[in-house]
């Protein structure tokens, strides 16, 4: 495997020592990560006025959630693969339940306040306070709860990217009991019967698309059955391919797999982008040279990029509704998810500095104390 770029500026890079200390990321793959979470954020205003996805300038934005996956499969088998076993399964659970879960709380926070505090909304009373309460709880929990019909019954109405997370948590939970002592041959069958179920996920749904709500709920195990178990197989494999495209070259080859259009055989192009695009992606992404021109955007981009996935969502059922009842012209719209869109970056680096990074490095320190490191 080549020599990799490496971000020692990420908020985790020397946070902890001992067993609890996290391996530095990758800067490329960091910046790729913000460019999805964008693309996500822009899909989901624009899904509002284009339910149709066929007729949304960035129809395909929600493949942004397998490119995760896939990215996610990646880095776990890079930070953990080598000491999983020195430092045991629980405590591998506990410092992912420490990177992720404050957010899924603050998610379900600012999901609340937006659902109560919304002035455009026409639901405030068709939920009484009990009934809110428990959709609340399983929020913070992390209990999916599919019972808001008027919000399509995703399984987290106060948060609905958080269903990601939800088999996220999974794949975690099997990597740390299965995966990482899994033999190459049984991870690469592993990987093959995944893609051959996407495949017939693809084939039943016409798309990709599944996986948030009630109704759609095993579509989500079918994509990161198949996306984790190749970004895992492609660090195994060590397909890291050395290329001179740098984070500019890969951001745009990456958001052309979210604004290519739609086509007649729809269904086996999302597959195949997931199948073979993304991986190769990641492994050029974990190949690419940085010039340092770039460098400080790809680390801005990776930090703020899980805070802006999952926080920017409250902002999205509002603007949904104002879209709703008032029916903005094209200019109106422009200026809106333009200036929302940087509002919400904005966000998500005051959330980062002034919550999630002071929360973990709190709970990690706490740990540390358990543990005597």
């Given at each position: 495997?080549?020599?990799?770029?490496?971000?020692?500026?990420?908020?985790?890079?020397?946070?902890?020592?001992?067993?609890?200390?996290?391996?530095?990321?990758?800067?490329?793959?960091?910046?790729?990560?913000?460019?999805?979470?964008?693309?996500?954020?822009?899909?989901?205003?624009?899904?509002?006025?284009?339910?149709?996805?066929?007729?949304?300038?960035?129809?395909?934005?929600?493949?942004?959630?397998?490119?995760?996956?896939?990215?996610?499969?990646?880095?776990?088998?890079?930070?953990?693969?080598?000491?999983?076993g020195k430092i045991g399964v629980m405590e591998f659970l506990k410092s992912r339940l420490i990177r992720l879960h404050p957010l899924v709380i603050l998610g379900s926070v600012l999901g609340l306040l937006a659902f109560l505090l919304d002035p455009y909304a026409v639901y405030k009373g068709v939920y009484g306070t009990g009934k809110l309460i428990l959709i609340f709880l399983c929020?913070?929990?992390?209990?999916?709860?599919?019972?808001?019909?008027?919000?399509?019954?995703?399984?987290?109405?106060?948060?609905?990217p958080s269903w990601s997370l939800f088999w996220e948590y999974l794949a975690n939970i099997v990597y740390g009991l299965i995966l990482y002592k899994l033999s190459s041959r049984y991870l690469t069958i592993l990987t093959l019967l995944a893609g051959a179920i996407l495949c017939l996920v693809g084939y039943r749904?016409?798309?990709l698309l599944g996986g948030w709500s009630g109704g759609t709920f095993w579509d989500g195990g079918a994509r990161i059955a198949y996306s984790f178990s190749a970004g895992l197989f492609i660090y195994r494999s060590k397909w890291v391919i050395k290329n001179k495209l740098g984070?500019?070259?890969?951001?745009?080859?990456?958001?052309?797999?979210?604004?290519?259009?739609h086509f007649k055989w729809n269904w086996v192009v999302e597959v195949l982008v997931v199948l073979f695009y993304f991986p190769l992606l990641v492994a050029l992404g974990a190949g690419a040279s940085l010039s340092t021109r770039v460098e400080k955007i790809c680390v801005f981009s990776g930090n703020i990029s899980y805070p802006l996935y999952m926080t920017h969502y409250a902002a999205i059922w509002v603007f949904g509704n104002y879209y709703t009842s008032h029916k903005p012209g094209t200019t109106e719209l422009f200026v809106i998810v333009s200036i929302g869109t940087v509002l919400l970056v904005g966000v998500a680096y005051l959330v980062m500095v002034g919550y999630d990074i002071p929360v973990r490095r709190y709970l990690n320190s706490k740990r540390q104390q358990r543990t005597g490191q």
């Open positions: 495997m080549n020599k990799l770029q490496l971000n020692p500026g990420h908020p985790e890079a020397n946070a902890n020592l001992g067993i609890l200390q996290t391996k530095q990321h990758f800067i490329v793959l960091d910046g790729l990560r913000g460019i999805a979470a964008l693309a996500v954020v822009i899909f989901h205003f624009m899904e509002w006025v284009y339910p149709d996805s066929s007729r949304n300038f960035i129809g395909h934005g929600f493949l942004a959630v397998d490119f995760f996956f896939c990215l996610s499969g990646f880095v776990i088998g890079y930070a953990y693969d080598d000491r999983i929020s913070v929990l992390h209990i999916p709860f599919p019972v808001m019909e008027d919000r399509a019954f995703n399984l987290y109405g106060l948060n609905a749904a016409g798309n984070f500019i070259g890969l951001a745009f080859l990456l958001l052309l797999a979210f604004v290519m259009p």
